[in-house]
């Protein structure tokens, strides 16, 4: 049976995680930092590499059980999301949530995990290809 990267010349892709936090604005930074601290967010040849959304609104109203105990009204709270890919060990995905769970402020930090394919560039292809920034004169 093929696959579809049997049919790609240019990428390939591998199994990976995808990760997305939402984080208030007091945070975004230094999750970001702690999580490239703990695993260094690779993608290919890049590191570092992540996503993170213009500001939106979080909503959420704390239960019994939580810091704030049970209150009345839903709270709205100016946020972001950040989403990054990392690849399919469990080690690294490990380090990763408890790195975002060490430096997200929240006690219940909204984090999804979803399994998917991620894109891996073809390094040995493509450098002459005309919509390449280096071969159209942009800076980085």
Known sequence: MTTLNDHLSTVTFVKSYQVWVELA?????RVR???VDAVG????SYEGVAFESAPGTQFFRPKSGSHMGDTPD????????LTFTLPD???ILAKAIEAIRYAHS?????IILREILASRANYE???????RWWNRGFEV
């Open 74 to 81: 839903t709270v709205p709270m100016p946020a972001r999301v």
């Open 33 to 35: 930092q702690a999580v």
């Open 125 to 131: 292809t493509g450098r002459d290809n005309p919509n």
């Open 89 to 91: 060990d469990p080690t």
């Open 106 to 110: 929240y006690e219940e930090p909204v």
């Open 41 to 44: 967010l690779s993608y290919g």
């Open 25 to 29: 604005d007091r945070d975004d930074a």
